[in-house]
């Protein structure tokens, strides 16, 4: 309870950036595969009520955040069975988050030992057009182009972080955001301060007030097109 209070209290400030990455371990592939193993349905239910919980706190977090128009990045492997969960579909629908599959082999994720590109399948979920635009295209080239080396052992650990090659494109993206919102905002604070210096009646001074804060907003999160969050290909 007192890291989700810390949590909603860094996230009350503009030109901010959320990123959830929560543990797939229940929803990997792997894990259904070895659902034959003692024990296996009791950590499963053990990771599924981990997984329900880390959900509600991070509603409660991004609803924070989104009313200073934060931009909110969502990241699992792509075949995580938890993209499916009712309550990631609505979180998706809620903040507008529009999915991206990227390839760790695309941004340089190799094995510790020899170098092969691993292939590690991504998907971000981003309601930031800049981000969005930024990892296109990310996807692996196929294995006539490269051997793909085996992703187990360390280098499955290792996999769970994300490489400097694909930090450096999030971060590059983002602030071009902060920046295009930051012309944005004065662009029209200026055309605000000109119309308001006008006399004007009452309920048109209504009306460009409620005008300034949807533009606004939408220079926070940009509207991108309309998807199938179902489909996680």
């Given amino acids: 309870k007192k890291n989700g209070e810390i949590a909603i209290k860094s996230v009350r ?103 092969l590109p691993i292939y590690k399948p991504w998907t971000f979920a981003t309601n930031d057009v800049h981000i969005w635009e930024a990892l296109q295209g990310l996807r692996c080239p196929g294995k006539t182009i490269h051997q793909h080396g085996i992703c187990k052992g360390k280098d499955a650990k290792n996999s769970e972080s994300y490489t400097d090659e694909l930090v450096s494109i999030v971060h590059d993206a983002f602030n071009k955001s902060v920046n295009a919102h930051g012309k944005a905002m004065c662009m029209l604070s200026e055309a605000y301060s000109l119309f308001n210096s006008s006399p004007r009646r009452e309920a048109e001074r209504k009306n460009c007030e409620d005008s300034k804060e949807a533009v606004l907003h939408a220079a926070a999160a940009p509207i991108m097109p309309t998807v199938n969050y179902s489909d996680n290909s």
Wanted: net charge positive.
């Fill in 13 to 115: 400030h503009e030109s901010l950036c959320v990123i959830v990455s929560l543990p797939c371990v229940g929803g990997s592939q792997m894990q259904h595969r070895n659902n034959w193993r003692p024990g296996a349905d009791k950590r499963m239910r053990k990771y599924y009520k981990e997984f329900k919980q880390l959900m509600d706190s991070i509603k409660t977090i991004c609803r924070a955040a989104a009313k200073f128009g934060a931009r909110i990045i969502f990241e699992w492997p792509r075949h995580c069975a938890y993209w499916q969960e009712t309550c990631v579909q609505e979180f998706l629908k809620e903040h507008k988050l529009k999915p991206i599959a990227i390839d760790g082999c695309a941004v340089g994720l190799v094995t510790l030992k020899g170098g």
